[in-house]
Structures are given as structure tokens and as C-alpha cells.
């Protein structure tokens, strides 16, 4: 398509971008590089502590009575690669490749998100073209490692009400509320004693996993809760138990998609019967999640009688019941849309030697919910003499049912494209939700270009979205 106003400089300041290492912890360079832009132009600009960078710009002519408009997006990308040997993301730019519409970079990624809005961003920064309200451009550093910047910026000094955040990944989408969330960490101790009896070890894998947000609706076993299952069905037919380890999961932000346990049974006997026994269970688990997990695979083994140490039967139960007890996936669904309102995602369990130690991902849109589940989690930790502790919170955007920048934003995408955007709320954190916590008064929406397999080699963007965007972005400023 032909945009209103040349998107020609926003591929030329992407790929400068591109050239400047700029992974999360390591944002110095591409944070001075914006410095030096805004001061180039003459523009107002502040690089605080954290190396978060504001730039202004005065409203041009004819627009100095509109409101003010907040760009925002974030500096850091996912830098992974490939061959680590070949490439050294924190001292080499990106080997760029244009290819049928897409661009993409060889063997890393590409750091679409969120290098798209600092382009956007700075080509509307440098045209002298583009009629718009005073404008506030904020770059964050390390959202994706914890929205540190965003956490920590101070905008006692920012006027704009406004605040289009660019850092969504699928055209036609308009973003309006994003997730809360806190990590909960739990930790329980036990007795370990000696034994002398047949020790079994037990995998289980075949789950498809996925993320915590975007995909714990989608009613995926948990592998760290079907692990606790099938050892509590073991457990409930007589069998006697002692945990000598167990683990599920490495990211609390991710549905575990396998898990494996090693322990003591008093009273086996047969070993073969037990392990057809054991295996006979999976049939089970295949008929309960019919249509959710077809690749369920218990794979199991049983050692001669050998003398070693686990937990007691006491607290091996304990455990195993802590896990059942505590909640698992959705929790509740938005009453203003059909989205995940709240969850829990028990992403990372080891128990070993020292003791056993959960993770678990906590995500609401609204705040009260949240210490709702927070409190809940740490009660049932509690009943079984466990300590909880809390980390890595980030705050809602909640939802709100009147916004005339919305409804503004809804009506320009009609009248470009004859036909209404998707407005939609997403069960993950943005940025937006320190945003909107520190200027209670701010409306907020996230778009953005489509951008594929973000976060991997593979992630492209679609060069005909990127300029698609851009004249919608040009739209949303130059109306009146």
C-alpha cells in the first residue's frame, strides 16, 4: 500500500538499530545512540539512571490545543542465537536478510520486538511532514527481563493522557488491558530417614506444555501436578512411598511439559506387576485429557532392593498432597471479555536432598484478585509448615469501559480499512500496567506490526504490516 507519509525512515533508523548490540543487561549503547538522535534534532531529551530515555517534542502547528500523545516501547531485545560461537550478540549488530516480504536476521533474532517502535518512533521524531500533538516519546531498557525500566521511571514530569505503547505483535489487534502478576516461591522441609527397599524411577513426558499466559485457557496438563497425581495414586493403593527426588519444570512462566521422580517402595513385590501396574494408569490419563494430550508417555523402572534415604512416608504424602491442594491453571474469566481474568501456573518443582521448592507464576487483570491467589497459595503453604516468599511483581492494566482514545483509535482503523479492529485484552504483562498505575488517568492501547516467532532464530517481521502500522500510527496523530 501507498502510506500517507514515507515509511522509507523507519526501515533505515530499524536496521541502525539493528546494527548496535542491544540485549536486555545490555542497553548502554542503544540508550546513548537515542541521546544523541534527540540532541541531533534538537529535541528535549532525559536519559536517567536506568538508561531509560524520554524525548519531547512541541506540538506542530494547528495542534497545540489537541491532546498530547505518549509514544512508548522498549529498547532491549531477546538476543539468542544459533551458533554463540559464530556470533557475540553483545559486541556484534545483526546480519539483516530481506527475503519475500519479510525481514529477518541470519542465524539470531531480530529484535522486532521491540526495535519497530524505536523506528516508528524516531522517523516521526525527524519529519517535519507528519502534523501531530505534542508528543513524549519513552524507551524503556530491560522489559524483557522483568520491566525494570518501566518499573522504575519516574513520570512525575511527563503531560500526555494518551499512550500508544508499540509493542504488540499482530496487526488489527487493539490491546486495552494486560495481566498482573507476582512469582511466588514456597519452600517445605522434611525428615529424611534410611531404607532398605526396590527404588523406582519414573519419567513422564509428552505433554505439550506452552506459556503461562497466552495458553494456560487451553486446559494442558501441568507436568509438575500430573506427576504428583500418578505418585498419589500409587500412594492411595497401598503402596508405600518415600520421595528421594522429584522435579518438574525450569521456567515458572512455562507450563511443565514433562517431570521425574525417583523413590523407595517398602512393599513393591512383584516388580514386573507393579510396573504394569504403574504403565496400566496412563491409559487413564490418556481418556481424562481426550482431545487436550495425546502423547502421554509414564516410563518407568524398578531396581533390586537396595539400603539408601528418603523422605519419611509422612512427609512424602505431604508433598505429594501440597501439590494437589494448591490451584492450578484458570482461576477465573474477565466478566467485561471473553479472556482469562486470573491463573496460577505451578511452573518450577525440585525436591532433593535440601528439601522441596515450588515456583509458581500468579497472573490476574484485576489487582484484588490477585492478592486474592497470592494469599491463598501462601495459606495452603502455611497448613503444611511451609514458607512462602514473594518476587517479580508487575501490576494490572485493568480494563476500562470508557475511553475516548480507544474509541478514537477504533474509528480511524475503520475508516482506513473499512472495517473495525479487534479490541482485546491479553492474560500476560505489559508495560502499560506501570503505566497506567503511576498516571491513574492515562488511557492506554498496545499495537503493533506482525512480527513472527518473536523471541527465537526464526522471529521475521512483515515488512507490508510495518508500513501498514506506520500510516495507521501517522493516522492516529494527525486527526483531530
Known amino acids: 500500500m501507498k502510506t500517507r507519509y514515507s515509511s522509507e525512515s523507519v526501515m533505515r533508523y530499524f536496521k541502525e538499530l539493528c546494527a548496535i548490540p542491544h540485549g536486555s543487561y545490555h542497553v548502554d549503547a542503544i540508550s546513548d545512540y537515542l541521546v544523541d538522535f534527540a540532541k541531533k ?150 525428615l529424611i530417614e534410611p531404607f532398605t527397599a526396590p527404588v523406582v524411577f519414573l ?64 512393599n513393591l513385590g512383584d516388580p514386573e506387576e507393579f510396573i504394569s501396574y504403574v504403565e496400566s494408569y496412563n491409559d487413564e490419563l490418556l481418556k481424562k485429557y481426550e482431545g487436550i494430550e495425546d502423547e502421554i508417555r509414564i516410563t518407568i523402572g524398578v531396581s533390586l532392593p537396595e539400603e539408601g534415604s528418603g523422605y519419611s512416608a509422612d512427609d512424602t504424602e505431604d508433598f505429594l498432597e501440597f501439590i494437589e491442594d494448591e490451584p492450578d491453571g484458570v482461576i477465573a474469566i474477565c466478566a467485561d471479555m471473553d479472556l482469562v481474568e486470573t491463573s496460577l501456573n505451578l511452573g518450577i518443582m525440585k525436591l532433593d536432598a535440601e528439601g522441596f521448592f515450588c515456583v509458581f507464576a500468579l497472573r490476574s487483570s484485576v489487582a484484588s484478585k490477585l492478592e486474592e491467589l497470592k494469599e491463598r497459595v501462601a495459606k495452603i503453604a502455611d497448613n503444611y509448615d511451609g514458607e512462602s516468599e514473594f518476587h517479580g511483581d508487575y501490576p494490572a492494566w485493568e480494563y476500562k469501559k470508557e475511553s475516548p482514545f480507544r474509541e478514537k483509535m477504533v474509528e480511524i482503523y475503520r475508516g482506513l480499512y473499512g472495517e473495525d479492529p479487534k479490541v482485546e485484552g491479553i492474560h500476560a504483562g505489559l508495560e502499560c500496567g506501570f503505566f497506567v498505575n503511576k498516571i491513574p488517568d492515562l488511557e492506554a492501547v498496545s499495537i503493533g506490526p506482525n512480527i513472527l516467532d518473536i523471541h527465537t532464530t526464526k522471529e521475521k517481521l512483515d515488512l507490508q504490516s510495518t508500513d501498514r502500522v506506520w500510516d495507521y500510527i501517522c493516522a492516529v496523530l494527525s486527526e483531530k
Do not use: W
Open 203 to 266: 519419567s513422564l513426558d509428552g505433554l505439550k506444555g506452552g506459556h503461562s499466559g497466552s495458553e494456560i485457557h487451553k486446559g494442558r496438563a501441568n507436568g509438575a501436578h500430573l506427576l504428583a497425581d500418578i505418585l498419589l495414586h500409587i500412594l492411595d493403593d497401598g503402596y508405600d512411598l518415600r520421595l528421594i527426588s522429584m522435579s518438574a519444570g525450569e521456567k515458572d512462566n512455562a507450563i511443565p511439559n514433562s517431570g521425574s521422580a525417583e523413590f523407595a517402595v517398602t
Open 41 to 190: 534534532h534538537n529535541l528535549s531529551v532525559h536519559q536517567d539512571e536506568l538508561k531509560n530515555v524520554i524525548i519531547k517534542k512541541d506540538a506542530t502547528s494547528g495542534y497545540e490545543n489537541e491532546p498530547g500523545i505518549i509514544l512508548q516501547g522498549h529498547m532491549d531485545m531477546v538476543a539468542v542465537c544459533d551458533d554463540p560461537a559464530k556470533k557475540d550478540m553483545e559486541k556484534e549488530g545483526l546480519d539483516l536478510v530481506e527475503e519475500e516480504g519479510y525481514l529477518y536476521a541470519k542465524g539470531t533474532s531480530l529484535g522486532g520486538d521491540d526495535g519497530i517502535a524505536i523506528a516508528y518512533a524516531l522517523a516521526i521524531l525527524e519529519s517535519n511532514e507528519i502534523p501531530h500533538p505534542a508528543l513524549e516519546v519513552i524507551i524503556t531498557v530491560n522489559e524483557e527481563v522483568g520491566m525494570d525500566g518501566a518499573k522504575g521511571i519516574d513520570l512525575s514530569d511527563i503531560r500526555g493522557r494518551r499512550l500508544l505503547n508499540i509493542d504488540s505483535e499482530e496487526e488489527g489487534i487493539l490491546t486495552v488491558s494486560c495481566a498482573g502478576g507476582v512469582r511466588v516461591h514456597t519452600s517445605l522441609e522434611g
